[in-house]
């Protein structure tokens, strides 16, 4: 599994038999820091904007929450007002919509192409919109590198604060802290 967060910021971790991939830097699955891949000068993703870490390009930059609000003109529109207007028929706001799916589309499908997980969980606050999960497994195919793609895209099972009821599972129980 491949786990991403969407929200404020963009995350990822990896599980493999049930189990947590830390990694030995302890930065397994984070996926937010790289650039977004096969980058489209058209829509001003070369070199991309500047992330708040230094680099330009990140895929954070583009998939958080802020990266949606940076994408549209109007930008005092929150993301949740820019996916509405989509949905409700803006051209602007649909148009801000199509890019995000096609980043997250891109940005997958090179997690895809490297773990070659069975399932991608989507959290965080940008989980909740609806049209990724059909858009963007429509998209991906494009990018990954196999001629069937079994990799499935599903939404959290507990909400998009299920990244934090995840850690409190990983807390130690009392009488084990010492």
Do not use: K
């Not at 195919?141 to 599972?169: E, P």
């Amino acid at each position: 599994v491949f786990g991403v967060i969407l929200g404020t910021g963009v995350g990822g971790g990896v599980v493999i038999d049930g189990r947590l991939l830390g990694g030995a830097n302890a930065i397994a699955g984070e996926w937010g820091h790289n650039p977004l891949p096969w980058p489209r000068p058209e829509w001003g993703e070369v070199p991309g904007p500047t992330c708040w870490c230094g680099r330009a390009g990140c895929i954070e930059s583009y998939l958080s929450g802020p990266g949606l609000t940076a994408d549209h003109p109007d930008r005092t529109m929150s993301s949740r007002e820019i996916v509405a207007a989509s949905q409700g028929g803006d051209p602007v706001a649909r148009q801000a919509m199509a890019r995000y799916e096609d980043r997250l589309a891109r940005a997958l499908a090179h997690m895809i192409n490297i773990l070659d997980p069975h399932v991608v969980v989507l959290g965080g606050g940008l989980s909740a919109i609806d049209s990724l999960y059909d858009a963007v497994p429509r998209l991906w195919s494009r990018w990954i590198f196999s001629d069937v793609v079994a990799t499935r895209l599903l939404r959290n099972a507990h909400g998009d604060s299920g990244g934090v009821r995840g850690a409190a599972w990983l807390w130690p129980e009392p009488e084990a802290m010492g």
